[in-house]
């Protein structure tokens, strides 16, 4: 019997790293899919993966090169949603995506490449920069609990 116990506390010694890289590996994949559900959300103008996948706690606040919203909602009625009507097209490309999930806290910093034309003036934008997301695990699954997004033109102007 006890060759029984030894063999299987073995077994659980050899095999749990390879059951925590493959949570770790779920994990990240959600991760992943998330922020694919929130660049396109931005792209169509559609609040929807934000209601989705960010938590919305009291006092959250989302940073976009300089400017914030306070709360999602803000985030979604007065950034998020607004943007179909005023941009004749938008692209946001979020490429390089490296997320670290430590527990119940994950972050992801990624690239990001964000175009588009402005409908009133045919303003033409191409900006790139980075971004990074916070996420907390709740009973419903991985949840964004902050996000910072910093971008620069593409082609930036040369001082004289």
């Known amino acids: 019997m ?75 009625k007065n950034h998020v949603e607004p943007e179909k009507e005023v941009l004749k097209r938008l692209t946001i490309d979020i490429l390089d995506i490296e997320t670290n999930v430590e527990g119940d806290f994950a972050w992801a910093v990624t690239t990001v490449n964000v175009s588009g034309e402005v409908r009133k003036t045919g303003a033409v934008f191409d900006k790139k920069g980075f971004q990074t997301y916070l996420f907390r695990r709740t009973d419903e699954g991985w949840k964004v609990i902050h996000s910072h997004s910093s971008t620069r033109d593409n082609k930036p102007h040369k001082h004289r």
């Open 2 to 76: 006890k060759l029984f116990y030894a063999s299987c506390v073995v077994i659980f010694l050899a095999t749990s790293p390879y059951i925590y890289a493959s949570e770790q590996t779920n994990d990240e994949t959600e991760i992943l899919e998330m922020i694919q559900d929130i660049e396109k959300g931005w792209e169509s103008g559609n609040g929807m993966p934000f209601y989705q996948h960010y938590l919305g706690q009291v006092g959250a606040r989302y940073i976009e090169s300089g400017g914030q919203n306070k709360g999602l909602e803000d985030l979604v």
